[in-house]
């Protein structure tokens, strides 16, 4: 509400800004109107024809409303929120709803003070969910614990929106009051769910909690059953988990509201090659759907579902966040204003801010390493006749379990080279607990060398693969250097190396330069034996303990079907 505009909305006096001879794209009836855009403090004044003290021509290009990420880990993008942003204002996302659940895992309040510092600097719409699930498991050993008080003690910091995937969904079910005290105490904010395949009763029962969102279905059905039952359901298309092809069927036009868009985990170089939420939008439109429809699940059902009523359209009254089209079909940006402002031109960002580093906020997220001394002999399999293996499986982050005998007498290394096996270890990072987890892997083919990080979903311990106990190490004392980051080792050497000072998660390089370090990275993963696409990420998820089948922790093996800790060695 401005009454003082109403004269510049009547046409008796003229605007801040005119964009004139533009094409608006309607996103209430589907239609596109040709007029001028009138623009006053920073807000929508109205369209129609206007004067305006600056006055542009858009040569008939399309004018949208801002794009909107309705959930997304910047810590996935594995820059700081700064570099982040840099790319996705030039990419015409100016909301984005970050959960920080990864980040929160290694520092707890202080990454999610990290966060706003920086987020709230920047020339975007930052909102900040409050991880609901810190730590994530029992399971492993985690950095922080966040309780109801400590979230509650955060809930009025600036840039603060809501309680962040829910991910306990049994505790949800069963009445934990862990969980519960989490959801009572945002029962008047926006909660952000996670519950795959959690159906009928148990669905039920789940969204008694207040959860308004899932960003986890996976197949049609699973979202038109959850769209029944009144959650907002957020179509992910990240690095690795795609949905969208499965899911778009379960649009329509008598539902389409119920569906918005949402990165989830998008990484470096899939960020610069595609895009952000623009990506999105175009792989909508490849895959059949109406362009202007396409656009509504980037913008005014995101609005209107998480309740931001000042934009997601263009209409009187909303912020003047606008994104310049060449046309739809492609989503070629070529301007990109924020609150009337021009802040990006053909995908450069203008007068971009820089964030103060030299801060007591900035030093409690950097050296997140903290590990207990580690010998070669932390790696020598136990001896005996036969060993669980974790199994991966191509293109999934499921794994199997396997279990392989030893023959009589065996050594270590041929009993490896013979099944093509690969040792792998989890090291406890945040407390020095000495914690080692050991386990075997199958289908990584490490030849000669290791590699190892210190991104391991979702407690981030180190998690370090190799053929031999000396690369191993070798690998995890260069982490420990580094303070986080990503390496690979060949004989006895660091060969190709990222590092992650941030919390051990994000670098403080451009994204150009972490996009063309990770291209090294897999190059060496390469020549050290390994054929599968994206070893980090393989590895990283061989570490989250609730997905099927085993997984590994610094704890040890773990039987994700049972939710118990298993042995290496069966007899």
């Keep these: 509400m401005n009454k003082s505009l109403l004269k510049v909305a009547r046409g008796e006096e003229k605007a801040d800004l005119v964009l004139k001879n533009g094409k608006i794209v309607d996103l209430y009836n589907c239609e596109i109107i040709e007029a001028d855009l009138a623009i006053s403090a920073g807000i929508i004044v109205g369209y ?35 570099e982040f942003c ?66 509650y003690n955060l809930i009025n910091e600036p840039g603060i929106f809501g309680l962040g995937e829910v991910m306990d969904y049994p505790g949800v079910i069963k009445g934990s009051d862990i969980v519960w005290d989490k959801l009572e105490t945002f ?16 669905l039920n029962a789940y969204l008694l909690g207040g959860i308004q969102a899932d960003h986890e279905c996976t197949t049609a059905k699973e979202a038109k059953e959850k769209a029944a039952r009144g959650m907002y359901i957020m179509i992910r298309e990240g690095s690795v988990t795609k949905d969208m092809e499965e899911l778009l069927p379960a649009v329509k036009d008598i539902n389409h509201s ?57 209409s009187p009254g909303k912020r003047a966040d606008l994104v310049i089209l060449q046309n739809l079909e492609e989503v070629k940006i070529s301007e990109v204003y924020k609150d009337g402002e021009l802040i990006s031109k053909d995908y450069e960002a203008l007068n971009f801010p820089e964030i103060n580093k030299n801060t007591e906020i900035y030093q409690n997220v950097i050296d997140t390493v903290n590990i207990s001394a580690v010998k070669q002999e932390d790696f020598s399999l136990p001896l005996a006749k036969t060993y669980r293996v974790i ?41 020095a607990t000495g914690n080692i987890g050991l386990g075997l892997i199958s289908g990584l083919n490490i030849q000669n060398g290791a590699i190892a990080s210190s991104i391991a979903h979702d407690s981030h311990n180190i998690i370090v693969a190799g053929k031999g106990r000396e690369d191993m190490l070798v690998a995890v004392e260069r982490l420990e250097e580094l303070s986080g980051g990503q390496v690979v080792v060949s004989d006895g050497k660091v060969i190709a190396e ?44 061989l570490a989250l303990p609730v997905i099927p089948d085993i997984k590994i922790t610094d704890k040890g093996l773990y039987d994700v079907k049972s939710s118990k800790h298993i042995d290496l060695t069966l007899n």
Aim: glycine share 8%; aromatic share 6%; net charge negative.
């Design 258 to 314: 119920s569906f918005m868009l949402a990165t989830d985990d998008r990484h470096a170089d899939d960020l610069l090659l595609e895009g952000q939420i623009d990506h999105l939008i175009k792989r909508a439109i490849e895959l059949g759907m109406e362009p202007i429809k396409a656009y509504r699940l980037a913008t005014l059902n995101p609005a209107k579902a998480l309740g931001l009523n000042d934009r997601g359209a263009i």
């Design 391 to 431: 199994e991966i499986v191509e293109n999934q982050i499921i794994t199997r379990e396997r279990q392989i005998e030893r023959e009589p007498g065996e050594n270590p290394g041929d009993f490896l080279n013979r099944n093509s096996l690969t040792r792998v270890a989890v090291i406890e990072r945040h407390n």
């Design 86 to 151: 840099r790319l996705a204002i030039n990419r015409g996302t100016l909301t984005v709803i970050a959960d920080p659940h990864e980040i929160a895992n290694v520092r707890g309040v202080d990454g999610i003070k990290y966060f706003l510092d920086q987020g709230n600097q920047l020339p975007w719409n930052f909102h900040l969910m409050l991880p609901s699930c810190v730590p994530a498991t029992e399971a492993e050993t985690t950095g922080a614990n966040l309780t109801a008080d400590d979230l």
């Design 187 to 202: 029962k008047d904010y926006f909660i952000d769910g996670h519950a795959p395949e959690v159906a009928g009763k148990d």
């Design 498 to 541: 990222l590092p992650l000072p941030v919390a051990g998660l994000m670098s403080d390089l451009s994204l150009e330069e972490v996009s063309k370090r990770l291209k090294t990275l897999d190059q060496a993963a390469e020549e050290i034996g390994i054929d599968i696409k994206s070893p980090f990420m393989v590895l990283a998820f």
């Design 48 to 82: 129609g024809e206007y004067k305006g003290r600056e006055e542009k021509d858009l040569e008939g290009q399309y004018i949208l409303p801002g794009f909107i990420d309705a959930h997304l880990h910047l810590e996935s993008s594995m820059v700081e929120p700064a």
